[in-house]
């Protein structure tokens, strides 16, 4: 099996088992080390088991994701396409390179192909830094759905083999029991050599039985051992794929993935949805002024502040550079506006100091714009009304919050101070 990465293929269990009227087949195949699930590149599993018992069978199938179905002949050509244009551009030669190219080359990733021939629109080349954000924002996917399969249908196959196991064993035990007795009954009695032989000969037979149901056993439990690991490695990539690693916010593939799922609520529950967007003012000055070690620890402060304003269902995440953003639901417009604002006081009233010194160095402000959802209305118009609100704040004189109209032909109201 093949989804046009590097594969590595485990065989984690293999197994038949046979005791009276039932029957358990069972086998798992799981692809992808840890270190191509950092990479984000496709997770490819499947797991079939079939229970039998009398008449009754019961299969549960998780499909293997393929995301590459191009032939050998059509691939080869991608690849003749893809090597000069990896050869042009500044990054290194890896399999992240080649799967932002190749899918740029085979057209079947029409936001990545306008991302890239917006940056090079004026012969620019693309950098390491500049290929690996666009396989993270373009490419790299976790299925959440799938990891949740994998979660629920795993552990439910296990449990189901391991109880129908025991039970094996037990009747295993029962029956080893009767044929002792049996045995125990024909010693004392006048010998019957043939039926002594043929009770000898049953018990040997149960007892490889029990042995072999014994070894079953002890398999499911290093299995489900490996099971729960991998499902942590799945949770670890989870967290990785959607996480910002300079703030720990969650990171615009998050952001984007939040948002959907937040209009998809509001648009079937009829929930309110509000967004905040925020930009630290002057970031380039400060940058300039103090370094960018400094420019860091200043995006760390305004995050951790964020995530200290937030709880439960909300999300912050780092939008990109110094632009931040907080998905709201089930917050109206004022209650956004005043976690806004209580966001923006609390920065402009905090200090950050030198930790050899404690000299206080840049005040820090930054500037909000608040939108809250309308029905219909599509992700990227309802970011556009936000950033349009937060670019309000700035031109307004920044270190302010701005409500963005709530119909079009209302104006933004503008709350805050003057810097």
């Not at 620019?124 to 399969?149: H, M, P, W």
Request: aromatic letters at 8%.
């Amino acid at each position: 099996m093949s989804c046009g990465g590097i594969w590595i293929c485990v065989d984690l269990s293999g197994f038949a088992v046979r005791a009276r009227n039932w029957s358990v087949t069972f086998s798992v195949y799981s692809l992808v080390p840890r270190s191509a699930l950092k990479q984000g590149f496709a997770v490819a599993i499947f797991s079939e088991a079939f229970l039998k018992s009398g008449n009754a069978l019961a299969r549960i199938t998780f499909p293997a994701i393929m995301k590459y179905t191009e032939s050998i002949e059509k691939s080869g050509e991608y690849l003749r396409l893809v090597l000069p244009l990896m050869a042009k551009h500044a990054a290194a030669f890896h399999p992240v390179t080649y799967a932002v190219w190749y899918e740029y080359v085979a057209g079947i990733n029409k936001p990545l192909k306008a991302a890239i021939d917006e940056l090079t629109r004026n012969g620019s080349l693309l950098d390491e830094a500049a290929i690996v954000g666009l396989y993270q924002k373009f490419i790299s996917d976790f299925d959440e759905e799938a990891a949740q399969r994998l979660r629920t249908g795993f552990q439910a196959v296990l449990a189901n083999i391991s109880q129908s196991a025991t039970e094996a064993g037990d009747q295993a035990v029962q029956f080893s029991q009767a044929l002792e007795q049996m045995n125990a009954d024909l010693s004392s009695s006048p010998p019957v050599p043939a039926s002594t032989s043929v009770i000898g000969n049953l018990l040997i037979d149960t007892r490889q039985m029990q042995g072999a149901i014994g070894s079953l056993s002890q398999q499911l439990e290093e299995s489900q051992h490996k099971i729960e690991l991998l499902r942590e490695e799945v949770e670890k990539a989870r967290e990785d794929a959607l996480s910002d690693g300079l703030t720990g916010l969650t990171n615009r593939r998050g952001f984007d993935l939040a948002l959907a799922s937040g209009i998809a609520s509001a648009g079937e529950q009829g929930q309110t949805l509000s967004l905040l967007m925020t930009d630290i003012d002057h970031f380039k000055q400060v940058n300039d002024t103090y370094g960018h070690l400094f420019g860091d620890k200043v995006i760390r402060a305004v995050a951790k502040t964020l995530k200290e304003n937030i709880k439960g269902k909300d999300t912050a995440a780092r939008y990109g550079g110094e632009e931040f953003v907080v998905l709201l639901p089930d917050t109206p417009l004022e209650g956004a506006r005043c976690v806004a604002e209580r966001i923006r006081s609390t920065i402009e009233a905090s200090r950050i100091r030198r930790a050899d010194t404690n000299q206080e160095m840049a005040k820090i402000t930054v500037s909000f714009g608040v939108a809250i959802y309308h029905a219909g209305e599509s992700a990227s118009a309802f970011v556009e009304r936000v950033d349009s609100a937060m670019y309000a704040s700035k031109t307004g004189g920044r270190n302010r919050v701005t409500v963005a109209p709530t119909v079009s032909v209302e104006k933004a109201s503008t709350v805050g101070h003057e810097k």
